[in-house]
């Protein structure tokens, strides 16, 4: 009997979009570590904390003020669900860093609650990376990290750290809350990088 | 989310320390305050289990679930006494 193999015709438009080990979810899971925040866009600000020490503060108004970007993107979270073809409004990181001068190569980011997470500067850079205020066109709501969070949906969706309330511009790198406690300290979905060594 | 007490870890304790550890009094390394696991405040669903402290909040203990084992630390307990009481 003669064996029929079956034709290439390539990877699916799915499975192209979904990195190794990740399952599709058209929810939008609530994951947290600790105490969820309330903090008012009044009392809101966002800090670039470089390695000088020197601060650039922005408050929500002038926040709102600058450009805003609409990243559309596929995100994934490091427990296995990934969401396909997200809205977000935010500011881009390369906005923000351009008002800073900088020889850092390493960033954490540093939330209400206590929260931190690292990745080098690069990742933040490059139209990569946003403080993102709206979800789907409305406020991102408190659980899923509002008034804002940071958004780098190249990484696992831990690195994307809600209730941001800065970031700290470093010459060493300083991993985070998960990162330390054993994930991965860069995090690419794509390489299946979730375990510290993976 | 409202939080839940270290009794809903009690699995992951077991599986990591192979043994319950809920009775295991833990001393937070922030307040001292002196208590069973089973008493610690925990939060989620999580990438992972973080344990607070239930008078101070502070993270005593995180552990996530990788294939062929436990990531475990412990960066705010100074002591975990697993004898009865926790010694007393």
Not at chain 1, 12 to 24: D, E, K, M, V, Y
Not at chain 2, 40 to 60: E, F, I, Q, S, V
Request: glycine content about 12%.
């Amino acid at each position: 009997m003669a064996v029929i193999s079956r034709g290439f015709t390539g990877r699916g438009q799915t499975s192209n979009r979904l990195p190794p080990g990740q399952t599709l979810t058209t929810g939008f899971p609530v994951l947290t570590a600790g105490p969820t925040p309330h903090v008012s866009t009044a009392d809101w600000n966002f800090t670039l904390l470089t390695e000088t020490g020197t601060e650039h503060t922005w408050t929500w108004t002038e926040l709102r003020d600058l450009p805003q970007d609409s990243p559309h993107t596929d995100i994934h979270c490091v427990t296995g669900w990934s969401k396909f073809d997200t809205d977000w409004q935010g500011v881009s990181l390369d906005i923000l860093l351009a008002e800073v001068e900088t020889n850092a190569q390493f960033a954490q980011a540093y939330c209400h609650g206590g929260y931190t997470t690292n990745l080098p500067l690069a990742d933040l850079r490059g139209g990569q990376a946003w403080i993102a205020h709206t979800f789907d066109g409305a406020p991102l709501p408190a659980e899923h990290g509002g008034p804002a969070r940071l958004l780098v949906p190249h990484l696992y969706f831990w690195k994307s750290a809600k209730w941001v309330q800065g970031i700290r511009l470093l010459e060493h790198d300083q991993p985070g809350f998960w990162e330390r406690a054993g994930y991965h300290n860069y995090g690419d979905p794509w390489r299946e990088q979730r375990y510290w060594n993976d | 989310m409202p939080p839940i007490d270290g009794n809903a870890a009690a699995g992951t304790l077991a599986a990591f320390f192979g043994r319950d550890m809920t009775a295991a009094h833990g001393l937070c390394a922030a307040c001292d305050q002196h208590a069973p696991l089973a008493e610690a405040l925990l939060y989620g669903p999580a990438a992972g289990t973080a344990l607070h402290c239930r008078t101070c909040g502070n993270l005593l203990m995180t552990m996530i679930e990788a294939p062929g084992g436990i990531i475990g630390a412990m960066p705010g307990l100074t002591r975990l006494d697993t004898r009865p009481a926790g010694g007393v």
